[in-house]
Structure formats: C-alpha cells, structure tokens
C-alpha cells in the first residue's frame, strides 16, 4: 500500500531553531493533515488544510497545502522541548471517505537545550 | 467527554491464540478506525466503518476481523495471532463533514504476540 514519503527522517536542533519538514505523493489528496505523536501516546492533530495552496498557522506553527495537491510542508518556529516528538503528515482523498487517511512515514524531531 | 478509548493498553499472546481489542467513542461519530503502527513506519489503516453495520477493508486487513453493532464501539479481533501482528494499533474516530474530515486518534494498545 502506498505510504507518503516525508523527509526528513529524523531531525536534530537546537531550541530556539526554526524547524521545516515536508510530504510529498505521487497522487493527489484532498486534505493534508498534520500531526504529532508523543512517546506511548496516539497521533494528535496540530493542523488540517482542505484547499490547494492554502496556508494555516497555528501558533508557532504553520503548513501549507501544495497547490498541484501532491505535496505539502510543515515549519515550526523557534522551536522549544516540548516540540520533541514524531510528525506525521495524512492524506485524504475523498470527503466522503474520513475514515481513509493515508499517512507519511514520520519525521522524529530532537530538541537539545 | 472521554474521547476515544481502547483498551487493553498492553497484551502479550502467544501464537495461534484470539483476542479483542477494544474501542470506544463518545462523540456520536459515525466513522471509525484501525491503524497499526510498526517502527519506522506510518500508521497502516486495517479496516474501517462509516456507520453501525457497515465495515470495510483498508490497506492491511489480513488476519484481522471488525464489526459495528453500534455507533460507539467498533472491537477489533485477532482469531489467530502470529507475530506478524505484533504492533501498536490505534482506534480512530471522525464525523462527516468540513469540519469532521479530523480523525481523533486513542491512546493505542501495544500488542506482542511471541
């Protein structure tokens, strides 16, 4: 089955960088969504985008939703230790299938004091 | 509201045994799932429901069985476990709409099958 491939792999900075990661398909989605997973928990959503080209923020947060709809990345700013965790990227093509979300491998971020 | 919980949170089977994990919701949500999740990996969706009665397969259905009686639980069962399985599978819940496309995710349960 198809899995997005999410870039980069694993992430290590110091607080206060600025952090950026990105999905891509080689099919289209209709929504992009993003989220974080701590240690021993499930994914949590940090940000949903549903229109080509849109930009969402959310606090320090911000992703966009590529406007040929294949792709899509995701910045934190000024980053801070609780931002350590794994960020998956989910695809969803059709609005009538919630249940289906197609997700990115994971980008595992590390952040040192 | 509790969200969505499964339960057990840890299991160890040993192969060839069945069993059930459990999830529940309590946001009236219409669409269920399951994921599995293997290191280094996404999450793998198993099957799914848009509503009481009705299930689907997703992208890793072998070996797994669902069912739907109602709108809150939707129990995953194992009836031969092999090591293979051996994978944190999360429940996920969502409702129809724009603003229900977002799956809300449970804690998981950590499945090992020796």
């Known amino acids: 089955g198809q899995q997005l491939n999410q870039s980069p792999q694993s992430m290590f900075i110091q607080e206060g960088e600025d952090v950026s990661m990105n999905c891509t398909s080689s099919?289209?989605?209709?929504?992009w969504l993003w989220y974080k997973q701590d240690p021993g928990e499930g994914p949590v959503l940090l940000i949903a985008?549903?229109?080509?080209?849109e930009l969402t923020s959310n606090g320090r947060l911000t992703a966009q939703f590529g406007i040929t709809r294949k792709d899509s990345f995701l910045n934190i700013s000024a980053s801070i230790p609780s931002d350590v965790g794994i960020y998956f990227c989910a695809g969803q093509r059709n609005t009538g299938t919630a249940s289906k979300l197609t997700f990115g491998t994971g980008t595992r971020l590390q952040v040192t004091l | 509201n509790a969200g969505v919980t499964q339960t057990p949170k840890f299991q160890v089977l040993k192969t060839g045994q069945s069993m059930t994990l459990q999830c529940a919701q309590d946001m009236n949500h219409e669409y269920m799932s399951w994921y599995r999740q293997d290191p280094g990996m996404g999450l793998r969706l198993i099957h799914y429901?848009?509503?009481?009665?009705?299930?689907d397969q997703g992208e890793v259905p072998n070996g797994y069985n669902v069912s739907r009686s109602t709108t809150e639980d939707f129990p995953l069962r194992l009836l031969s476990a092999a090591p293979s399985q051996t994978s944190v599978y999360f429940c996920a819940s969502s409702s129809p709409g724009a603003g229900g496309r977002i799956q809300f995710f449970g804690p998981g349960t950590r499945l090992t099958v020796l």
């Open positions: 429901s848009v509503g009481a009665g009705i299930t």
């Open positions: 099919s289209i989605f209709n929504t």
């Open positions: 985008l549903y229109k080509a080209g």
